[in-house]
C-alpha cells in the first residue's frame, strides 16, 4: 500500500507508543516523549492504532 503523508497532533500525543510499535518505520517517540513521523509519511492504518486520535492523515 502507498505511503501518505502524516502528521502527530503534539497536543493530543500521550506517548504511548501505539504508533512506533505498530508501525517502526513510519513513528518514533521522540525526545519530547510523544510520537512524530520518522519522514513525514506512513501507512494510513496508522491513525487506527493511535488512543487518542492523535494521528492523522492527508487523503
Do not use: H, N, R
Amino acid at each position: 500500500m502507498a505511503k501518505k503523508k502524516v502528521k502527530v497532533d503534539s497536543s493530543l500525543c500521550i506517548g504511548c507508543g501505539a504508533c512506533a510499535g505498530s508501525y517502526p518505520d513510519d513513528f518514533q517517540i521522540g525526545d519530547s516523549g510523544f510520537a512524530e513521523p520518522v519522514t513525514g509519511e506512513g501507512e494510513s492504518e496508522a491513525a487506527s492504532v493511535c488512543p487518542v486520535g492523535a494521528i492523522s492523515v492527508e487523503e
